[in-house]
């Protein structure tokens, strides 16, 4: 499995730590301007709603042609880019392409989505 929901901080620790990617909505107000909405003040890490990525080298092998991608650094994915990003999904069917498109659909009430590198 590709990705992980874990439902608190500490099913997070005993699963293996925070060697993780997190892929994860964004809560600022629709309108924020970009220098805030990746501002690392801005950013709150270990949400229980988030998905996170321990395998690194497989998702970057079978995501990195549908996300534009630093897994090292603060990415921000606009609502308006989810739909297209849903229909690559299903256009190219990567490892647990599934999971992620339902979150994806989750991420549509809010102001997008975040992938937090590690």
Not at 6 to 15: K, Y
Not at 17 to 22: D, I, K, N, R, Y
């Given at each position: 499995m590709l990705f992980h929901v874990?439902?608190?901080?500490?099913?997070?620790?005993?699963?293996?730590?925070?060697?993780?990617?997190?892929?994860?909505?964004?809560?600022l107000p629709v309108g924020t301007k970009e220098k805030k909405l990746v501002a690392l003040t801005s950013i709150s890490h270990w949400k229980n709603d988030s998905l996170y990525v321990e395998e690194l080298d497989t998702f970057s092998q079978e995501y990195s042609h549908i996300l534009n991608c630093d897994i090292y650094g603060i990415n921000y994915y606009a609502p308006s880019l989810i739909d297209s990003i849903i229909a690559r999904l299903h256009a190219n069917k990567p490892a647990d392409y599934e999971q992620f498109a339902a979150w994806l659909n989750e991420a549509k009430r809010h102001n997008g989505f975040y992938i937090l590198g590690i």
């Open positions: 874990f439902g608190s901080q500490e099913e997070r620790r005993i699963f293996g730590g925070s060697a993780f990617v997190e892929i994860q909505f964004c809560e």
